[in-house]
């Protein structure tokens, strides 16, 4: 059973730095694509950072270019999101997920993704 797990969100100030964590267990982690998403009260969920189960370039939302890195650590199947120069509209649930098989190439829509963890709340008060 595919169990993905978050951790590291908080309460920050604006400008401050937070890294995100994601555990995944009972999958191939060469084998998935993995991905950062968040959901604000009121929005759609959106893909904040993705890698493609290949590899290749990440994607970033251009909200968070330059600012957030995504990296994965495959002898610990964890999958990390750091995240720098926070502002208050980063604040929203934030969600790690797993598609297996998935290619992200520009876009990373929720849709592709199998597995998904129950989320981490940042808050980034101004």
């Known amino acids: 059973q595919v169990q993905v797990t978050e951790s590291g969100g908080g309460l920050v100030q604006a400008g401050a730095s937070l890294k995100l964590a994601c555990t995944a267990s009972?999958?191939?982690?060469?084998?998935?694509?993995m991905g950062w998403f968040r959901q604000a009260p009121g929005n759609e969920r959106e893909a904040v950072s993705c890698l493609s189960w290949s590899g290749g370039s990440p994607y970033y939302a251009d909200s968070v270019k330059g600012r957030f890195a995504i990296s994965k650590d495959k002898a610990e199947n964890t999958l990390y999101l750091q995240m720098n120069n926070l502002a208050p509209e980063d604040t929203a649930m934030y969600y790690c997920a797993m598609g297996f098989g998935a290619a992200v190439a520009g876009l990373c829509p929720p849709s592709l993704f199998d597995h998904w963890g129950q989320g981490t709340q940042v808050t980034v008060s101004s």
């Open positions: 009972g999958l191939n982690f060469d084998q998935y694509a």
